[in-house]
């Protein structure tokens, strides 16, 4: 496809369980990022991957949540031991990395642990 | 302060008006900014970037940088009820990181 996938679109989970989002880029775009996004608020970054490597990771919030990119395309965002706080939009972006700024993002995963 | 604010709106404009959106950064050596637009549940997409002083147009849409003052604006020529959404406003740091500081957002409701 051409834009940015994300799978899956709707994840229900209960708390504790272990849950993985995956991200299909778009073709060629070297930097990809994780946010996730909370109503009524902007996106909150996470992750971000220049290739294969974790190029700033700071925005993950504790040791639960954790990301790969192990091939330089696609990225799983995995997340141990949910919580009902983790409950969010995860949204992917990615970039060709020309511009530190413009993304483009994959319609998202909701992500709701009860 | 925060890094990057908006007001939360929500911003009502008739349709045909001029929508104005206000962002501004506290970071002097900003170097890079973007709007992106939000519709009720879907992900964000970049409609502009400037990166220096002044204004840039893309069709109806207007970017204004001023850096001195540390803001920028979005104007929106001849709203259209279509454009009703929210607006943020994301600023790039100076530095090799790519990470953007995002503002909340405006919500914008264009009116018939």
């Known amino acids: 496809g051409a834009g940015v996938s994300q799978t899956p679109s709707n994840k229900v989970t209960e708390k504790g369980k272990y849950v993985e989002l995956r991200c299909d880029p778009i073709?060629?775009?070297?930097?990809l990022y994780w946010y996730r996004q909370s109503l009524g608020q902007g996106p909150e970054f996470l992750i971000y991957?220049?290739?294969?490597?974790?190029?700033?990771d700071s925005g993950l919030p504790n040791d639960r949540f954790f990301a790969v990119r192990p091939e330089g395309s696609v990225s799983t965002l995995k997340i141990q031991r949910t919580e009902r706080g983790d409950s969010a939009v995860y949204l992917c972006?990615?970039?060709?990395?020309?511009?530190?700024?413009?993304?483009?993002f994959g319609e998202g995963s909701r992500l709701t642990v009860l | 302060q925060k890094e990057v604010e908006q007001n939360s709106g929500p911003l009502s404009v008739p349709e045909g008006a001029i929508a104005s959106l206000n962002c501004t950064y506290s970071d002097r050596v900003s170097q890079s900014f973007f709007w992106y637009r939000q519709y009720s549940g879907k992900s964000p997409e970049l409609i502009m970037s400037i990166y220096s002083n002044g204004d840039k147009e893309d069709g109806r849409f207007t970017a204004q940088l001023n850096k001195a003052s540390q803001y920028v604006s979005l104007l929106i020529r001849d709203s259209q009820p279509s454009d009703s959404a929210t607006y943020l406003c994301a600023v790039k740091n100076a530095g090799n990181n790519r990470k953007l500081i995002w503002g909340l957002g405006t919500s914008l409701a264009v009116n018939p």
């Open positions: 991957f220049q290739g294969t490597g974790a190029a700033d």
């Open positions: 972006a990615s970039s060709s990395g020309q511009v530190g700024g413009e993304l483009f």
């Open positions: 073709s060629g775009h070297t930097a």
